[in-house]
């Protein structure tokens, strides 16, 4: 694959060449993989696949996981997500009207488990997300939240390259 972009401007620079990633995680470790692989299954169970990629593609930014920001941003194209909403996450706050409230606050509850600023979730943004949520729907969306951000660790963690994914690819 080359590094040169896509685009039919021939003004345009190529892009910088890609880093190898810092280490093979996978190849060493299949059986952390695997029981990552059987976890992010388990936990996405009963969660609508648009909410799930946008909370994923939300910590991901938040992890700045290059990786899986292109996984997931493909993933939720994938099943149907709009550009628009997708671009918008970085600003999802200011830009609440492309979302549903039960969207904004799966978003608020990912922002809070991702970064726990304070050491802890925040009664109210738990509370507010409880409101749009059944308590195994809730449940489903803690764990989806946790798995990524785990997923993130090994992205950023080992330098994993983007842009080689496509959907449906680890399916």
Same mark, same amino acid.
């Given at each position: 694959?080359?590094?040169? &972009?896509?685009?039919?401007?021939?003004?345009? /620079?190529p892009y910088?060449? $890609?880093? &190898?990633?810092?280490?093979?995680?996978?190849r060493?470790s299949?059986?952390?993989?695997? %029981?990552?692989v059987?976890? +992010?299954?388990?936990?996405?169970? !009963?969660? +609508?696949?648009? @909410? @799930?990629?946008?909370v994923?593609?939300?910590?991901?930014?938040?992890?700045?996981?290059?990786?899986c =920001?292109?996984?997931?941003?493909? +993933? *939720?194209?994938?099943?149907?997500?709009?550009? /628009?909403?997708?671009?918008?996450?970085?600003?999802?706050?200011?830009?609440r009207?492309?979302?549903? $409230?039960?969207?904004?606050?799966?978003?608020?509850?990912?922002?809070?488990?991702?970064? =726990?600023?304070? !050491?802890? #979730?925040? +009664?109210?943004?738990? /509370?507010? #997300? %409880?409101?749009?949520f059944? $308590?195994?729907?809730?449940s489903?969306?803690? %764990?989806?939240i946790? #798995?990524?951000? *785990?997923?993130?660790?090994? !992205?950023?963690?080992?330098?994993?390259?983007? !842009?080689?994914?496509?959907?449906?690819?680890y399916?």
């Open positions: 694959m080359t590094n040169t &972009p896509t685009t039919t401007d021939t003004t345009c /620079e910088a060449a $890609e880093q &190898p990633a810092r280490l093979e995680w996978v060493h299949p059986e952390v993989y695997k %029981a990552m059987r976890l +992010d299954a388990a936990a996405r169970k !009963g969660l +609508d696949p648009r @909410l @799930l990629e946008l994923k593609v939300r910590a991901s930014q938040l992890n700045q996981c290059a990786y =920001l292109d996984m997931h941003s493909k +993933d *939720a194209l994938a099943a149907g997500e709009s550009v /628009e909403r997708i671009v918008q996450l970085a600003a999802w706050e200011e830009s009207h492309f979302y549903t $409230e039960k969207e904004c606050a799966a978003l608020e509850l990912t922002e809070a488990v991702t970064v =726990l600023t304070d !050491g802890f #979730v925040p +009664d109210e943004v738990f /509370e507010r #997300v %409880a409101k749009h059944a $308590e195994a729907e809730l489903q969306l803690i %764990a989806a946790t #798995v990524i951000n *785990a997923w993130n660790r090994f !992205g950023v963690t080992c330098r994993l390259t983007p !842009g080689h994914y496509r959907p449906g690819q399916a």
